[in-house]
């Protein structure tokens, strides 16, 4: 069977109006289904012929899933909001603008625009093996191209690879991590709440997937809870290009500050590992500890622990070092 | 305007810049194109806008291998599905044709050069088979039913790899391209192989340098390097980097009564016929060809596409119009690229600065087809750019199975600069020379030699060149001094660097023509059978002839982008030749038109042609009297018919232009002329490029702060233009230090990074928000208008500051190849040496 | 249904990856039904006895109560390697029917052990065991020959006693032996492709078809194990063979069981003489 690229094959287009009916239609059609926010990610596997699922289920038009409200305790953004109307929020901007910042990194002002948060939280690895329609581990075959003795793994991950070496890309997701964000998935069982980190799998778990929607499962919201809002924030994303690019690393946190003193702290990083990766020791080791370089230095070198290079990624190491290093650092100027 | 005595070194030192547009009326302003409007309300109808009745679409299926037999293709289910029309094999695609290259030049064909569609792929992409149908939803659907059967053959797609002991060729005839003794005739492949102790200095990180076999030489270069205070030998690899045009090769195609009519991009529109005709084995006077704006070229258009036959051939077969789309993808594999070149330079350098000699070792990545890896430019350039006394250069070009290299703005010469520049700028550093006045010491002037001496002993030499004044003006513009002095370089972890550095390309050619039909209702119309690249050169030069004949720009009409409309003998456009070319036949055909209407005038109102002057849209006495406007010249002309409507025809033109004057007969004053103005020397275009940028040590992300491309660009014909020239092509050259690249898995052979997202070109977010250029104006003497052409020399300048001031920034031991990213810069950092392999291809 | 998986290699080519894991649920089924057909058997058409009535044996004077069947090590290396197959079983096909955990580690450090505990077992069965006692000789298939016509209701003599082994069990660790060295060797080969810290990860020392064959034989053979997994557990808990299963836990089987079942010239246990065994043999080729 010769391979074609480019055109998008046909499927059936289901339209829901609202959230129940979009579940139904996923529950109905199972892993013939294709749920489809954005589609910044779906239109590159639907128009590469790689993925062909028999209906999208297009949630565009349900506008439930849309919009930034207040709760009693935070602040509930639809899956479907777009990128750019939360980089815009006057709320998210004063009290969660960690968040704010990461999607305004994401990708460029038109990805943005169409973009949302669900679609970039959800979106699948974009290693350039499994991209291209390679028959990896991810796609469901036995092998992984990228780490091999001639593999090209510039991008790929340092942490958390097992079998699959790519890399979670989202920039977002470390952000709500960091806000110890709930996402709440709507099952074919009712609705479930879980708490950001555990959305993601790593391929130990699951190679083929990046969270933990299965089939039917339907994300509808992400909320924030007021915990950490104004709490003192950094984030950075490294890319190689300044507009139209996933990250080579980003980095989170949310820090609380007593004095010049971190009392407590939330930090995350993505494209390290196949997941966002929450990094919980060099929270507890950081917390009583001054928000100075030296503290930073001492999170860096705790960040990188066990990681393990390929072949063209060992510079994810310093560069996670120091970003570490950078976000509790940033706790300085704040103090 | 035109000064024709040689100019010594003196005497280039004391030519000034002058503002542009000195001495003119239309020449060096400002001003809307004939094409504006249309470009930026989205009017502009590129190849794929167009639309025929009844037209089918065609898809393609590229080879999945390297390097593989095609060895059966089974097509039943799909040619039995409903809304399939056709397939188009390897079999049906005229044989072998001969090529222009990027000066223009024909190049006959070989056994070994490219067709449409393979039936022994050479590289995975290659287009294998295509399908057309009522839809391109069908021909996907249809192309997923066909089965085809492939043999994997062996492949190479690292150059390097491949002339070590035992490796594997990219042909079963050979990897490397070797020029027969006895000629300057086409090359051919053999097999090369270094031994084991060849590749000895690779565990030191150097380049290896074994048998190469192509060599020149000039000077003392051994007494170069004993007298030398420091010597540098250096490795350093250049990015194999896509055109990537906006606008893939898409071609549309019908035939009417035994005529083509082909719709594609091209750099350049009249000569586009010639190849359409060469490729599908018919006559030039058979083909229409359309092409009224194209989406970018840089060197992988210069006659269109190869692949257009394939929309061609498929509509004569099914007797309809057929559309081909070219998708982003496909674009990757088929849109050609720069050869990749790893080269080890040893240079040795004078205490004040002065290169005594150049020992310059390449291998390049030719590719797929063809035998263009642009070392050779690439040796010629470093001859040029720095003037070394003495320079030996040695070349091994190597076939592979990666995509297709075609010129790319400055083949060669842009590797040049960038093998060059960053070995210039650790020199400075170590001598203690500031980095202009080291550049200053080596810049060529006058007119420079350069190259090795030709069978008669004599070295090649250019028209004039004074980008000494373009390096000291560039210099105090950009503040140089002024940012050297700035102190402290770093602050917190972030560090300034500053780079200069020289460039230069070729800038113009010889021997066309113009044609101008001044119409009875006084219109200037002037045919331009240029390509509508985005250069603008397409109207641009045409403002030479608008010029001698003192007519308002308002009442220029330019018929471009549709062969049917009759052209004239026109440059290829490559080689950034069209603006020196093409003023030169504007120019010449304004001069004949003035004459013609002189004459037209006397036989009218009686008197000697002699008698009369032109201007304002009319042909009148000396010192005032009667005259004829435009519109009664022209109706005057077809009166007489003769030379002055165009039933005769200037004797000198070439055969295509008689063709279209004779098209274009009686019509108004039909003039035409030959670009026979002498010329001595070769003629190129220089920069000073000047960049600072600031790196954080600890990402490893840098940020380019400022840029100026200063350029020796000779007269400046339309500075909005040239702006875009320099700033662009700058860009195209900055995209290779900061990103743009290939990669490929080679145990498959197979690019893993086709898409814009993952080879990364760059964006306008990564040049400085205020981007500078200037030009010194000054013309040159060796052209009338004193134009020459500006879209390559720019790239290489562009590449090399940003290099030169990263390693300003950060110090000699970051990077051995382009591009640098944050990978490059923060390994190195934490190890101290250049950890980044200098020669494993396509990281 | 299709057995195999198949994708489209970098090169356009279709290589197997894997079985079809519907597979799986084959295996089971045909697990279950051979233990339904096999109960059903016993409880309608109720068999009866097996053997031919033998002349009381000389030697059973010498038989002790408890006759030693498994020394310590064997029993051990059954139960190693027991353990081991079915932590590779549950790791390799649990996550494949939904139940998602961090597999690759478990599947593959129970593979290391049962590698090493097989090697163990050859070394040890071949020169401080009786290494024929597991392999069907000429007796087993003349009396498989009775049996068989026995059942169909022919005239032919009865079967005589097992040795050490009864056929069914000779026939089983046959195929157990072929599957699991499939499984092994496969998935040594497979190590080179996961991270273990064993290797160097090179998913290139064969062809994509090779690695692709491999994988589908390392299936076939895993979910043939469900199979014959279900199958021996089934045969181990059946009520008349418990005295066998618990000669794998203590080592012995009563005296009685023995005689019963078992051909003291077959098996010749302490006691009997290696003298008798040596006769039988001699008689059992005429």
């Known amino acids: 069977m010769a391979v074609i690229r480019d055109v998008m094959p046909a499927f059936d287009l289901l339209q829901p109006d609202t959230a129940a009916e979009a579940q139904k239609l996923l529950q109905q059609n199972g892993e013939d289904a294709w749920v489809m926010a954005g589609g910044m990610d779906s239109f590159d596997w639907l128009k590469d012929r790689i993925k062909k699922p028999k209906v999208l289920v297009d949630l565009s038009g349900v506008e439930e899933l849309k919009g930034i409200r207040a709760t009693g305790d935070g602040v509930e953004i639809g899956a479907m909001t777009t990128l750019t109307e939360i980089a815009n929020h006057a709320a998210i901007q004063r009290d969660y603008s960690l968040l704010a910042q990461a999607v305004e990194l994401v990708a460029s002002p038109q990805i943005r625009n169409q973009g949302t948060l669900g679609g970039n939280v959800s979106q699948d690895a974009r290693c350039w093996y499994y991209r291209g329609g390679w028959p990896c581990y991810r796609a469901g075959g036995n092998i992984c191209y990228a780490d091999t003795p001639v593999g090209r793994n510039r991008e790929h991950a340092i942490f958390g690879a097992d079998r699959c070496v790519a890399v979670h890309p989202s920039d977002s997701a470390p952000a709500l991590i960091a806000l110890d964000a709930k996402f709440v998935i709507r099952t074919p069982k009712g609705e479930r709440v879980v708490d950001a980190e555990d959305y993601f799998v790593g391929p130990e778990t699951d190679i083929t997937r990046l969270n933990i929607l299965r089939p039917g499962d339907l994300l509808t919201a992400i909320r924030i809870p007021a915990a950490w809002a104004g709490a003192k924030f950094y984030f950075e994303k490294v890319r190689d290009r300044n507009v139209w690019d996933f990250p080579l690393m980003n980095v989170a946190s949310a820090m609380k500050l007593s004095g010049g003193t971190i009392s407590d702290m939330r930090i995350a990083v993505n494209a390290a590992a196949p997941k966002p990766m929450r990094l919980k020791a060099v929270e507890d080791a950081v917390r009583g500890k001054p928000a100075n370089a030296e503290t930073g230095e001492m999170a860096g070198k705790i960040a990188v622990r066990g990681a393990v290079p390929l072949q063209f990624n060992a510079y994810k190491i310093p560069l996670m070092r120091n970003l570490v290093k950078r976000a509790i650092g940033s706790g300085q100027e704040a103090a | ?843 | 249904m299709r057995f195999i998986q198949w994708a489209t290699s970098p090169w356009g080519q279709s290589v197997p990856t894997h079985i079809a894991w519907g597979l799986i649920w084959v295996a089971a089924i045909a697990g279950l039904f051979f233990m339904v057909v096999h109960s059903l058997y016993l409880i309608v058409v109720k068999p009866p006895k097996r053997f031919a009535e033998r002349a009381a044996e000389a030697s059973a004077a010498g038989i002790p109560e408890r006759v030693p069947r498994h020394t310590l090590a064997a029993r051990l290396f059954h139960w190693i390697m027991a353990a081991s197959m079915f932590t590779l079983l549950f790791t390799a096909f649990l996550p494949k029917v939904g139940i998602q955990f961090n597999w690759v580690l478990y599947h593959w450090i129970a593979g290391v052990v049962l590698t090493v505990s097989i090697l163990y077992h050859i070394v040890h069965a071949s020169f401080f065991l009786d290494f024929w006692s597991i392999w069907p000789d000429r007796t087993d298939l003349r009396d498989a020959m009775n049996r068989t016509m026995r059942f169909f209701g022919k005239e032919a003599p009865p079967p005589s006693k097992f040795a050490k082994y009864p056929l069914e069990n000779k026939l089983y660790h046959g195929v157990v032996m072929l599957a699991g060295l499939a499984v092994i060797v496969t998935g040594l080969f497979m190590m080179k492709r996961v991270q273990t810290g064993v290797f160097t990860r090179n998913p290139y020392l064969f062809s994509d078809m090779t690695w692709g064959l491999m994988y589908v034989l390392h299936g076939l053979a895993g979910v043939g194990f469900i199979a014959l997994a279900l199958m021996h557990v089934y045969m181990g808990i059946r009520p008349e063979k418990l005295p066998i299963t618990k000669s794998m836990i203590f080592g012995w089987m009563s005296r009685d069981f023995y005689l019963e079942e078992h051909d003291t010239g077959r098996w010749a246990v302490k006691g009997s003489g290696p003298k008798a065994k040596e006769g039988y043999a001699a008689r059992d080729g005429d």
């Open chain 2, 1 to 843: 305007m035109a000064e024709t005595e040689p100019v010594d070194v003196l005497k280039a030192e004391n030519e000034k810049p002058r503002q542009f547009g000195t001495g003119y009326k239309l020449i060096g302003k400002d001003y809307p194109t004939n094409d504006l409007v249309a470009k930026v309300t989205g009017r502009a109808k590129y190849a794929e806008d167009f639309r025929a009745e009844g037209m089918l679409f065609c898809r393609l299926v590229l080879s999945p291998m390297p390097h593989a037999r095609v060895k059966s293709i089974r097509a039943e289910k799909a040619l039995a599905m409903p809304g399939v029309k056709a397939i188009l094999t390897p079999a049906e695609v005229p044989g072998h044709a001969d090529y222009i290259n990027d000066n223009g030049t024909r190049i006959k064909a070989d056994k070994w050069s490219e067709l449409a569609l393979a039936d022994e792929p050479m590289y995975q992409g290659e287009p294998i088979l295509a399908v057309a149908a009522v839809d391109e939803l069908t021909c996907a659907e249809a192309i997923e039913k066909i089965e085809i059967e492939m043999e994997p053959l062996p492949f190479a797609t690292d150059p390097l790899e491949s002339l070590r002991p035992g490796s594997s060729n990219a042909r079963e005839e050979g990897n490397v391209w070797v020029r027969p003794d006895s000629s300057r005739g086409p090359e051919k492949l053999a097999v090369l192989k270094w031994t084991e102790e060849d590749f000895a200095a690779e565990k030191e990180g150097r380049m290896p340098m074994g048998h190469a076999p192509d060599e020149w030489s000039y000077g003392d270069v051994d007494g170069g390097f004993k007298n030398a205070a420091l010597v540098l030998d250096e490795t350093f690899l250049t990015p194999d980097v896509s055109h990537q045009c906006l606008e893939p090769r898409t071609t549309m195609a019908y035939w009417q009564n035994g005529k083509l009519f082909l719709y594609t991009g091209t750099q350049s529109t009249f000569q586009t016929v010639a190849a359409i005709a060469r490729w599908m084995h018919m006559d030039e006077d058979k083909i229409v060809f359309i092409s009224e704006y194209t989406g970018g070229g840089f060197g992988s258009k210069i006659t269109g596409a190869l692949t257009l036959v394939i929309p061609a051939l498929l509509s004569k077969k099914l007797n309809a119009p057929v559309m081909m789309r070219v998708s982003r993808e496909e674009e990757h594999f088929i849109g050609r690229a720069r050869p990749g070149i790893r080269a080890r330079t040893k240079i040795g350098f004078a205490k004040d600065g002065r290169i005594t000699a150049v020992d310059m070792f390449l291998v390049s990545d030719a590719g797929s087809y063809g035998s263009g890896g642009d070392g050779g430019s690439c040796g010629s350039i470093a001859s040029l750019l720095y003037q070394p006394p003495a320079m030996r250069w040695r070349n091994v070009t190597m076939a592979t199975n990666t995509p297709p290299r075609s010129a790319q703005s400055a083949p060669g010469g842009m590797q040049a600069i960038a093998i060059m520049e960053p070995i210039l700028a650790k020199a400075a550093r170590q001598l203690g020379v500031d980095q202009v006045a080291l550049r200053r010491a080596n810049c060529p002037e006058g007119k420079a030699e350069y190259g090795p001496p030709n069978r008669e002993g004599r070295r090649a030499y250019v028209t004039s060149c004074f980008l000494k004044q373009a390096l000291d003006l560039g210099a105090e513009q950009f503040k140089w001094r002024e940012r050297v002095a700035q102190q402290p370089k770093r602050v917190g972890s972030k560090v300034r660097g500053l780079g200069v550095a020289l460039s230069c390309f070729h800038g113009g050619s010889t021997g066309f023509d113009g044609l101008i039909v001044i119409t009875p209702q006084g219109r200037v119309q002037i045919q331009s059978g240029i390509g509508n690249l985005g250069t603008e050169a397409l109207i641009d030069v045409h403002r030479a002839a608008a010029e001698v004949l003192d007519v308002p720009w308002d009442a220029c009409d330019i018929v471009w982008g549709d062969t049917s409309k009759h052209f004239p003998y026109t440059c290829a456009s490559g080689g950034s030749q069209t603006v020196h070319a093409m003023t030169r036949a504007a120019h010449a055909v304004g001069l004949e038109c003035v004459q013609r209407l002189k004459e037209v005038a006397a036989k009218t109102l009686g008197g000697q042609p002699d008698g009369y002057e032109v201007a304002n849209l009319r042909v009148f006495r000396k010192g005032g009297g009667p005259g004829l406007s435009f519109a009664e010249a022209a109706r005057q002309a077809i009166k007489l018919g003769g030379i002055y409507d165009g039933h005769d025809v200037n004797p000198d033109v070439n055969k295509a232009t008689k063709q279209s004057v004779a098209a274009l007969a009686g019509q108004g004053l039909v003039a035409s002329a030959k670009d026979k103005y002498p010329h001595d020397g070769d003629s190129y275009s220089y920069l000073a490029c000047f960049a600072e940028v600031e790196t954080d040590v600890e990402t490893g992300v840098y940020r380019i702060v400022d840029y100026l491309g200063y350029a020796d660009v000779g007269t400046v014909l339309h500075p909005a233009a040239l702006g875009g020239q320099i700033l662009g092509r700058s860009t195209l050259g900055i995209g290779h230090a900061i990103g743009q690249k290939w990669v490929i898995d080679p145990q498959y052979g197979v690019t893993v990074a086709e898409r814009f997202y993952q080879n990364k070109p760059p964006t306008i977010l990564d040049v400085p928000v205020n981007m500078k250029w200037n030009a010194l104006n000054i013309p040159d003497p060796e052209t009338p208008v004193g134009a020459r052409g500006c879209g390559e020399p720019p790239v290489g300048g562009g590449c090399a500051s940003i290099l030169n001031a990263l390693s300003d920034a950060l110090g000699d031991n970051i990077f051995q190849r382009a591009p640098v990213n944050a990978d490059t810069i923060l390994t190195s950092l934490e190890a101290g040496r250049p950890m980044q392999d200098p020669l494993i291809a396509h990281i």
